[in-house]
C-alpha cells in the first residue's frame, strides 16, 4: 500500500494508440519548440504532457463531488 510520506513509484504501462494530425498556427508551433529545448524534450513529449495535463484536471473536476448546501 503506498503511504503518503513515500515516495509515488511511477510504472509505465503500455497502452493502445493512435496517430492523429493535429494543424497548429506556425507561431504555436515554434513557441512549442522552444519551450520542448528548455526542458530538454521533444514537441510530441511535450504536447503529451500538456494534453495529459489538461486532461487529467477536466477528468477531476468533471468527476468532482458538489459540496452539500449550507
Same mark, same amino acid.
Given at each position: 500500500?503506498?503511504?503518503?510520506? %513515500?515516495? &509515488? !513509484?511511477? =510504472? ?13 498556427? #506556425? ?6 519548440? %522552444?519551450? &520542448? !529545448?528548455? =526542458? ?13 495535463? #489538461? ?16
Amino acid at each position: 500500500m503506498h503511504m503518503p510520506d %513515500e515516495p &509515488a !513509484e511511477l =510504472r509505465w504501462q503500455p497502452r493502445a494508440s493512435e496517430d492523429v494530425t493535429l494543424r497548429i498556427p #506556425s507561431d504555436t508551433l515554434d513557441a512549442l519548440r %522552444e519551450v &520542448a !529545448e528548455r =526542458r530538454d524534450m521533444s514537441v510530441e513529449a511535450l504536447m503529451k504532457l500538456y494534453v495529459g495535463t #489538461s486532461l487529467h484536471r477536466d477528468l477531476e473536476r468533471a468527476f468532482e463531488t458538489p459540496s452539500p448546501d449550507p
